[in-house]
């Protein structure tokens, strides 16, 4: 069962970063369909938080701020996207990968800065 469960997580989380390869800051930071916020960018974001969120805050019960979002900002995911830098994203959402007990050969936990190339088994296109 948890090897189903990794092989999910790590599908997600290969595809979000396939989504992202080879797209520069401009285009990470595009708004999918205003006025809504969303943009890969953003979604990166959201993912970092989630895997902080569930692995570390809620799993192993670690004492932690949210990296993007807080209190006076629950939205700083999404909507504080303007002048984010999108490889210290790509860096935060692998270290929580990382820090959430991923494998560490995996390559979603393994490759540094942006996304080039997609990773071996990614389908999306």
Known sequence: ML????AWLDHHRDTLL???AGLDGDQLRKQAV???????????RHMT?????????AAAG???DYVYCSEDNPDGD???????????????FRNEIADA???LDHPSA???????????GCTCT
């Open 49 to 57: 938080e989630v895997e902080r969120g569930w692995f570390r805050r």
């Open 62 to 64: 670690q004492e932690l």
């Open 18 to 20: 396939c989504k992202c």
């Open 110 to 120: 393994t490759a540094g800065g942006m996304p080039t190339t997609t990773c071996a």
């Open 34 to 44: 205003e006025p809504s916020t969303m943009s890969l960018l953003g979604l990166g």
């Open 101 to 103: 007990g991923v494998p």
């Open 3 to 6: 090897q189903k469960l990794q």
């Open 78 to 92: 999404f909507g504080d996207v303007d002048d984010a830098d999108p490889e210290a994203m790509f860096a935060a």
